[in-house]
């Protein structure tokens, strides 16, 4: 693995001469080495995964809660919380997040579900998933550390989302995939007008060629968000704690049911929950996270019913493209935290995933990804087990889009085909 | 065309038993006669269409723009405005609306902008098109005429607002499609789960059928939102006046680029703004509003050119699926409000809009619809040809969401394709 060499020092605030706000360096999250901030991820030390590290020092909390809540309408009312510059609101992104936490009362009932039930729906994003989030995060370290070019690896919606950021943000973008993706997908990606390249081979190969690229001369100048600026990208799922909190009138939920890709999201929800307890933003009482697999890629959920403190890698196969990575980086940190707060972590086979979509349309007129599906159906198998507790509060991420999932749904179709009469209308049996 | 009969009245608000907030009564558009609120929408003297009149006069201008701007982040902070009970936020619906109001310098540089350019992004809302606004107020209307089915006719985005919003509000929804739709669009219509009837015949023979069925016992009790809730569902339209007005710091834009199918959305943005002037809520000057078709259905745009105040029907022929109506039922007063206004009325063809979807993704991010093509064409053609002003603020509508229109395209791909290996990388000249 390429890792750019950076000098270590204790006072890296002071070093650095980027700025991005209240973070302070980079920490490794194994062995806490502290590195300045800069392009890399993983740490000289012991190869453990960096993260940011803040000062919040300064805050005083009701300043603080009442500065964000002056904040705008998106992600960066949390700017003081985020490894962002201060005015990050006026440089042009796509200003994601502060999406609708719905009340979920039909499916509460259906699902019998008392101390309420919230869906915190990520589809009314601007490329209509939650990664507009992380992206955005990276697109400010890219631009802190002057790189031209915004660039990543996926197969489905994160290609959007650098696209349409880097588009918005006036940077070259240069995307991989590989080069055999359904064309919908590649149709969603390609229309930002960036570089758009298949890679002959499969997404292990893409994420191969991707690191070669980084620590060749041919990548400088080149930020890959979910790689070299991976840590300042991470960050962005801890908006989502936030605005959980907030939406609750600055209340943690009892018990929130996160999908599990690399885990990364899960893991920064607990830290961004942590942090506002820290901050004194909300009360510091028990919550409980629960994460969600698709049954045909689940090794973390294999590892935690097996009581084990490693992932072990397995093949995907599921509908839940999203959600198929079966070597998640961030597997371990999930274990933990499930284990820790009293939650779990749960599969469903894929046509739970389907139902679960259908009910979650059916009873609150949500449309969610495929991913969508695996966290409403592991909340339903979850309280049906009796390890989810119906009588608190809960809140489900929907983070992605149906339309962006159609074939899931693809058998859906015509209740009745009648002629245009009365007589047809009523021979249907509608009335 | 089958109208219900009401009493006429000249104190309609008092006879009324329905709560609708500040709607006093129903007020034809051609002759002015007032009949009291209900599932109407032809006067019962001259068979103009009837749209909403209100009792605004208890208002205080800064207590009422206090009021709007401690509202909650979607329409109903418009609630004094609109055809809906005060309490409206708390029912169950999707919430639209509040919509962003993307400031496009990329695109305005390239269009040679200097005034400012923005653009209303309406893919933003729950079931990512415009139709979540109107379907909101029909609901509304539904609700206090108790009526227990939500229906439209539709060939796109209305099929799925209406069923989204009847599944979250617990409404029984039936819509009617002709039964040739494309697979996908079934498939965003039928998620939600309630009824989806195919009609074997075209468009027209759909809306033929839904007028009957108003007419007959076996409707009762159902509301059509584009057909007995028509005047209510159109008023929807107005908070997208509101909103930009707002959002520009209670300003009117100098001009404003709306697309046009019936040519109602045009229409309720004028009085939008006309009631925000009345109301002392934006300082009252000229602003104009311009319309946007397809060449391809360009009824309006034609009419406009000739010289003429009466629209001639046509056969539509274009992608821009959501805007071809042939036969616009407001065609005459869009006429009337382009003339007034000092806007005008173009058209953009095929190619054109293709085009100005790829430049809005390139510029700014954002995947626009078709009909976003449109008005982005639109605004283009009349920049080039001297009507649009450059130097003055521009709003131009993005009415909906390019993942609804893939189609439009299916040609973008990708830029290059190959070898896992940097040697092919430079082979590729993308360094």
């Known amino acids: 693995m390429a890792v750019q060499t950076v000098a270590s020092t204790t006072d890296s605030a002071a070093a650095n001469s980027v700025d991005l706000g209240p973070a302070a360096a980079l920490s490794c999250r194994e062995c806490g080495h502290r590195v300045p901030l800069g392009p890399v991820f993983a740490c000289e030390e012991c190869f453990g995964p960096l993260e940011i590290a803040y000062d919040f020092s300064a805050y005083d909390t009701e300043e603080l809660r009442g500065r964000i809540e002056a ?9 003081p919380l985020l490894p962002v510059p201060a005015d990050v609101a006026t440089k042009p992104n796509l200003n994601p997040g502060w999406t609708k936490l719905v009340q979920a009362d039909n499916l509460a009932r259906e699902l019998g579900v008392t101390g309420g039930l919230y869906i915190k729906d990520d589809s009314g994003n601007p490329t209509h998933s939650f990664k507009d989030r992380v992206v955005a995060q990276a697109l400010e370290a890219a631009r802190a550390f002057g790189f031209t070019t915004l660039s990543c690896s996926s197969t489905g919606n994160l290609a959007g989302a650098v696209g349409a950021a880097a588009a918005r943000a006036g940077l070259r973008s240069c995307v991989f995939i590989p080069h055999d993706l359904e064309q919908g997908k590649v149709v969603m990606a390609a229309v930002y007008g960036g570089e758009l390249v298949g890679i002959e081979g499969n997404y292990d190969d893409v994420n191969r060629f991707c690191s070669e690229l980084i620590g060749d001369p041919a990548g400088e100048g080149w930020g890959f968000v979910n790689v070299n600026l991976r840590p300042y990208y991470a960050e962005g799922s801890k908006t989502l704690a936030y ?5 609750l009138g600055w209340r943690l939920p009892d018990q929130i049911v996160v999908p599990i890709a690399s885990g990364s999201q899960l893991t920064k929800i607990d830290k961004g929950l942590q942090e506002l307890i820290g901050l004194g933003l909300v009360e510091d009482r028990p919550y409980k996270i629960f994460g969600a ?6 090794p973390v959920s294999t590892a935690y019913k097996a009581g084990h403190d490693v992932v072990r890698p397995q093949k995907p196969d599921t509908i839940a493209k999203s959600l198929a990575i079966g070597n998640p980086a961030d597997g371990p940190y999930v274990l933990d935290i499930a284990r820790r707060t009293g939650g779990a972590v749960e599969d469903v086979t894929d046509e739970q995933i389907v139902e679960a979509i259908r009910t979650l349309a059916r009873t609150e007129g949500i449309f969610a990804e495929t991913a969508g599906g695996v966290t409403v159906g592991v909340t339903k198998k979850l309280l049906g087990s009796g390890v989810l507790d119906p ?15 159609l074939d899931a749904v ?11 009469s009365l007589e047809s209308f009523r021979e249907a049996g509608l009335v």
Request: charged content about 15%; some cysteine.
């Open 71 to 79: 904040g705008p309408a998106n992600i960066w009312r949390y700017a």
């Open 243 to 247: 605005e959980i909190c907030e939406q």
């Open 293 to 298: 697999q698709a049954e045909g890629c689940s």
């Open 391 to 405: 009588s608190l509060t809960t809140v489900v991420l929907n983070t992605g889009d149906g339309l962006k999932t």
């Open 410 to 420: 693809a058998g859906t179709g015509l209740t009745a085909t009648i002629r245009p």
